[in-house]
């Protein structure tokens, strides 16, 4: 019988199980169960969407975010899922923090954030959650200074702060609000310097960062309009085995460690990308120090995610390669689309990994 090693990853528990079991497999042991369900491969190379080259909502999101050395960013464009209305209520989306609290935000602001064009979900190291949604111009934000101020927000300039209120579930990620009603923007989140940071805006916007501005100009050129999108910049877009199997025993991280044959440079940054959020293909790209580099991590980064993911038929493997300047991208598969944003958040795509 295989003993049972307890894991510990940084965002979710798929990429443990998935973790747990190559490792297992790899000294002996079978996997309980299939890593993830989904149905067989049938829209591999399926792409729809598509639009224009300057098209992209996601870099002009990009673009009101201050540049920050570390963070994870997601982005979900709701107008191209139909607000919802009428489609899969649940597609692959990598922003989406307020959804579940959406019928409350309705009652107590009349706005929901799946109404908005687009949504940015962002985390900095050793900060709270800062949410900034665009609304289109049907929608009324000047009179939400008010709807604030009744529910007992006290105002500081453009920024709205308040308690959290176990009846407004939304109060709690939603602590301080910011608006800017002349760009239709609501900025909110934990921490009230990050508010007004995004609402000041900055000369050096994320979109324009060096890793990031080449990684948002390939997968627009790739995918015409972006759906959703997960977007790395600093030391997240590397994931470390060490993290990803961190109470492992030695012997089993040992022989983990040995499957992933080749270079493994620390990327600068990384994005995933879905042009359909019903599709089963995503693009993820990382930008290095030179082509050298991109070129040398190829290899390597190709054949991580097969063994991330084990024996599992549905896991997400590589379909395609490239290098193009400094930037690695591949074309990724999975049985479903959500597949892709759990192993985000579980930081088992594998062509991200890193020794």
Known sequence: MCPFVQTSIGRTAAAAVAALAVAATLIGCAPAGRLSGGAPLGDVGRVVYQAPVNSSALASALDLIPGVPDAYVMFTDWSMLGHLRGKDPHPASFAGQLRSVDDVLQRDLGIRSTSAD?????????????????????????????????LGYHADGPIFTG???????????????????????????????????????????????????????????????IATASVVIGSGACVRLADLFRLGTPAMIAVLRKQFTGTFTRPQAEITALSDPAGTTALDALTFPDQGAARANEAGRSAAAAV??????????????????????????????????QAVLGNSLGVDVCM
């Open 118 to 150: 687009w949504e940015v979900d962002m985390w900095q190291p050793r900060r709270p959650l800062t949410v900034v949604l665009r609304f289109d111009r049907h929608t009324d934000l000047a009179g939400l200074a008010g709807k604030l101020t009744k």
């Open 163 to 225: 308690s959290p209120d176990q009846l407004r579930m939304w109060t709690f990620p939603l602590r301080n609000i910011g608006i800017a009603a002349d760009r239709q923007l609501l900025v909110g989140g934990g921490d009230a310097a990050a508010v007004r940071s995004v609402l000041a805006g900055s000369g050096s916007p994320l979109g324009h960062a060096d890793s990031v501005a080449p990684l948002l100009a390939l997968a627009t050129a790739r995918l015409g309009r």
């Open 308 to 341: 991330l993911n084990g024996r599992n038929p549905d896991g997400i493997r590589v379909a395609h390669s490239a290098v193009t300047g400094r930037m690695l991208s591949f074309t990724l598969t999975a049985g479903q689309p959500d597949d892709f944003v």
